[in-house]
């Protein structure tokens, strides 16, 4: 029986440790590295109450250092999807019965096992597995997953409290149900805070949910679920599996109890989640909820009062930061023609100076990218741009390696032509085309910009006229979801910057929000009157 209305306040961000040199923060990330990679893990699916080994392995590698073996994960068929559902259904009524207070504080102190015992391993691991630098990995396996968690439970504490009126003789309510049946966590190898809130923001709703994550991204995935049981996640409530898609979305996406799906990835691979649950919805209970952050062409326009050492950095670390390989990174840029000599001149000496290779070299701003696929992807563009007869060529870098780990140099493009190919598909990786504009046609661009990608995730506008800020704004209102001033178009942070784009960029419902959690719950409204009618007739049915 409840007998509080238990509240939880909105928190503060979880601070963004810094790794000075000296500092206690630096020793200890180094400690947990070194621990794990002097570790082989064997990594099981986590289904139900089972660790689940199959006995068919995949190795795990570090991008930058393919040659030193991190572990294996076990993977999985049809039959553990199957088994994956049954656990989180027989979990289901139980879950969704427990009372608020217990839920929400079984991932605070997730919250805080990640803050304080596991922040460095999580970070290790990140670091390891995904080839992010330190200050990226704390950005993201710590502190963003840590705000997830913290304020998701806030957020839904406040959607629990929103109450209609309810007039004299009558007490009207509402209830936040779970959804009927169980949703399907499909997770990236880019945000180890992704692959943590997908399932969990579901979860704190009293869901039930299956969990895939990357392949690519199980090192850290495995450690986020053991803390998740740390801190007294029941069996079930999350089962982790390490399938490929078309197996899992073979029996996930005709099961009958399929009631969402949570998603980060490429926009094709939504399209086609899209088009068959639509073709399978006779098979559903419900109308299944699709939530999903997509692709991304993410843009900067600098106007021709820009300050030319803003726009370099815009470029430098909204293009650069772990690889380019973020949903909201700086791919193509449109720079006026009075200041585009001199960004040139001061980004190319910027990039001269950062320096690439493994994570374990603090001094490292360029590590690896994720896979031997993305390597040959972005090494086939850049190849492209070098051709003779191309419409582009290359400021600086283009180099790739890939003998010790999949090394691609932050290489700066030029195209004379707007709709090159670079400008216009999504390429996930350290390259970012820039086309100079004619700097008396900044409304012109302004359009330009809006029509040359199907997407609209993230953008910029860099200016020191607000005249030019302000009609920025309005013409690229709908071409992108997260719109920075003055910024890179990166770098969005739980409760200030609620994260999502629209058009081919998702269904925009905003990670980090109250919004999203309104998709993982199914409103009852309760009416009860306390003086019931006992006969049917109204007043105007009564005449003198």
Not at 14 to 23: F, I, K, N
Not at 197 to 209: E, K
Request: glycine share 8%.
């Amino acid at each position: 029986m409840q007998y509080g209305d238990f509240y939880y306040p909105l928190p503060t961000n979880e601070p963004v440790l810094q790794y000075a040199p000296g500092s206690k923060e630096k020793a200890a990330l180094k400690q947990a590295i070194k621990e794990l990679k002097s570790q082989k893990l064997d990594v099981p699916m986590y289904i139900g109450s089972e660790e689940v080994r199959t006995g068919n392995t995949v190795s795990m590698h570090p991008p930058h250092e393919l040659k030193h073996t991190l572990g294996h994960f076990h993977v999985g068929e049809q039959k553990h999807v199957t088994k994956a559902i049954n656990a989180a259904l027989k979990a289901k009524d139980k879950w969704a019965g427990m009372s608020w207070e217990n839920r929400a504080n079984i991932f605070l102190k997730a919250a805080d096992l990640l803050s304080t015992k596991y922040r460095y391993h999580i970070n290790a691991a990140t670091m390891l597995g995904q080839s992010k630098n330190v200050i990226q990995a704390e950005l993201d396996a710590a502190c963003e997953l840590i705000d997830f968690l913290r304020f998701n439970v806030h957020f839904l504490s406040d959607i629990y409290r929103q109450q209609p009126i309810s007039p004299s003789g009558m007490n009207n309510r509402v209830e936040y149900r779970p959804l009927e049946g169980f949703v399907f966590a499909l997770t990236p190898f880019n945000f180890t805070a992704i692959g943590g809130n997908l399932p969990t923001s579901a979860a704190m709703c009293g869901n039930v949910v299956v969990w895939k994550c990357a392949d690519t991204q199980v090192y850290s995935a495995q450690l986020f679920m053991r803390i998740l049981k740390e801190a007294g996640l029941p069996d079930g409530v999350i089962n982790l599996i390490y399938v490929d898609g078309p197996s899992a979305g073979e029996v996930i996406f005709n099961h009958p109890d399929f009631a969402g799906i949570h998603f980060t990835g490429s926009t094709g691979v939504f399209n086609t989640i899209w088009k068959t649950i639509g073709n399978n919805l006779p098979t559903y209970r419900s109308y299944p909820r699709i939530v999903g952050e997509t692709g991304g062409k993410d843009f900067i326009i600098a106007h021709k009062s820009a300050d030319p050492d803003v726009v370099v950095t815009a470029i430098a670390r909204g293009s650069f930061e772990f690889q380019g390989q973020k949903c909201s990174a700086a791919s193509r840029v449109y720079i006026p023609s009075n200041i585009a000599a001199e960004v040139k001149k001061k980004l190319v000496e910027t990039i001269k100076t950062m320096k690439m290779g493994s994570v374990e070299d603090f001094t490292h701003f360029i590590n690896a990218v994720i896979d031997e696929k993305s390597f040959n992807k972005l090494e086939g563009y850049i190849k492209g741009a070098r051709k003779r007869d191309s419409k582009a060529k290359i400021w600086i870098g283009g180099k790739c390696d890939k003998t010790v780990g999949y090394f691609i140099e932050p290489t700066v493009i030029e195209a004379t032509d707007p709709k090159y190919v670079t400008m216009c598909e999504e390429l996930f990786g350290p390259v970012v085309t820039i086309y100079v504009y004619d700097e008396n046609k900044y409304e012109e661009t302004l359009k330009l910009v809006d029509s040359t990608s199907a997407y609209a995730l993230t953008g910029a506008v860099i200016s020191r006229d607000r005249y030019a800020v302000e009609l920025a704004t309005n013409k690229l209102r709908n071409s992108a979801g997260n719109f920075y001033i003055n910024d890179k178009p990166t770098g969005a942070v739980v409760g200030q910057q609620p994260f999502g784009g629209a058009r081919a960029s998702g269904t925009n419902d905003k990670a980090g929000s109250i919004l999203n959690l309104y998709r993982w719950l199914s409103a009852r409204t309760i009416k009860e009157t306390f003086n019931p009618p006992t006969h049917f007739g109204y007043p105007f049915m009564q005449e003198k």
